[in-house]
């Protein structure tokens, strides 16, 4: 199982806490031992910091932010209802996911990633749960579009499909194959085609080096 799609970003701006989801995975299922993992799906606090980071460096390694999908995070912030965090009954962090703004030349749309999973714990269905349950909640919000940079093997089950073909454009380079496209309304695709850019709305600051607020554009801070 992969550590997750490319890149990494800044915490800040990931939201406050939310009902934990629990669900149970085999632990041991891909090495031959019976044991059982319960572990609670978390929107990402900002405690979580500290405990995230580490989970990158394992998954990515000290280059990820020389990747093209990070040039779209890079300065931006993540969406606060689409970050979230696996924690196991103690607390301990098992796994992250943090979704992005991007624009597809003037419409809207998600970038999903980082997801990152630690070591021990993958092959256990965890960072497939988190999938999951932030393409479910990037429904029930309303977005009509999600884009990945990740392996076409682990994504493809969501309904990824190949993002070239569709008329998508990645400003920088890519392996084609882990470039991918999820309509989340049926159709979007066919109708949303161009260049993906970083959605400036959401910039972490602006001229005078002030924070902005999440959606906030530069002018209006």
Same mark, same amino acid.
């Given at each position: 199982?992969?550590?997750?799609?490319?890149?990494?970003g800044?915490?800040?701006?990931?939201?406050?806490a939310?009902?934990?989801?629990?669900?149970?995975?085999?632990a041991?299922?891909?090495?031959?031992?019976?044991?059982?993992?319960?572990?609670?799906?978390?929107?990402?606090?900002?405690?979580?910091? +500290?405990?995230? &980071? !580490?989970?990158?460096d394992?998954? #990515? *390694?000290?280059?990820?932010?020389?990747?093209?999908?990070?040039r /779209?995070?890079?300065?931006?912030a993540?969406?606060?209802?689409?970050?979230?965090?696996?924690?196991?009954?103690?607390?301990?962090?098992?796994?992250?996911?943090?979704?992005?703004?991007i624009l597809i030349e003037?419409?809207?749309?998600?970038?999903?990633?980082?997801?990152?999973?630690?070591?021990?714990?993958?092959g256990?269905?965890?960072?497939?749960?988190?999938?999951?349950?932030?393409?479910?909640?990037?429904?029930?919000?309303?977005?009509?579009?999600?884009? +990945?940079?990740? &392996? !076409?093997?682990?994504?493809?089950? #969501? *309904?990824?499909?190949?993002?070239?073909?569709a008329?998508?454009? /990645?400003?920088?380079?890519?392996?084609?194959?882990?470039?991918?496209?999820?309509?989340?309304?049926p159709?979007?695709?066919?109708?949303?085609?161009?260049?993906?850019?970083?959605?400036?709305?959401?910039?972490?600051?602006?001229?005078?080096?002030?924070?902005?607020?999440?959606?906030?554009?530069?002018q209006?801070?």
């Amino acid at each position: 199982m992969p550590g997750g799609s490319d890149g990494t970003g800044d915490v800040t701006g990931c939201g406050t806490a939310a009902p934990p989801t629990s669900q149970r995975r085999n632990a041991g299922a891909d090495h031959g031992l019976p044991r059982m993992i319960h572990f609670h799906i978390l929107q990402e606090r900002p405690e979580d910091a +500290v405990s995230i &980071e !580490p989970l990158l460096d394992a998954s #990515f *390694g000290d280059d990820r932010q020389q990747k093209t999908v990070y040039r /779209l995070r890079e300065g931006i912030a993540p969406l606060p209802d689409l970050c979230f965090v696996a924690t196991d009954d103690d607390g301990r962090m098992l796994a992250s996911l943090r979704f992005w703004p991007i624009l597809i030349e003037d419409d809207p749309a998600i970038l999903l990633g980082p997801l990152a999973v630690d070591p021990k714990m993958r092959g256990c269905g965890i960072g497939r749960a988190l999938v999951r349950h932030g393409l479910d909640t990037a429904l029930r919000r309303g977005d009509r579009m999600c884009v +990945v940079v990740g &392996e !076409p093997e682990y994504y493809g089950p #969501f *309904g990824f499909m190949p993002a070239t073909p569709a008329g998508l454009v /990645l400003p920088g380079p890519v392996e084609p194959r882990r470039f991918q496209v999820l309509d989340l309304v049926p159709g979007a695709s066919e109708t949303t085609r161009g260049l993906i850019q970083r959605d400036e709305r959401y910039a972490l600051t602006g001229p005078t080096g002030r924070r902005l607020r999440p959606g906030a554009t530069a002018q209006s801070a």
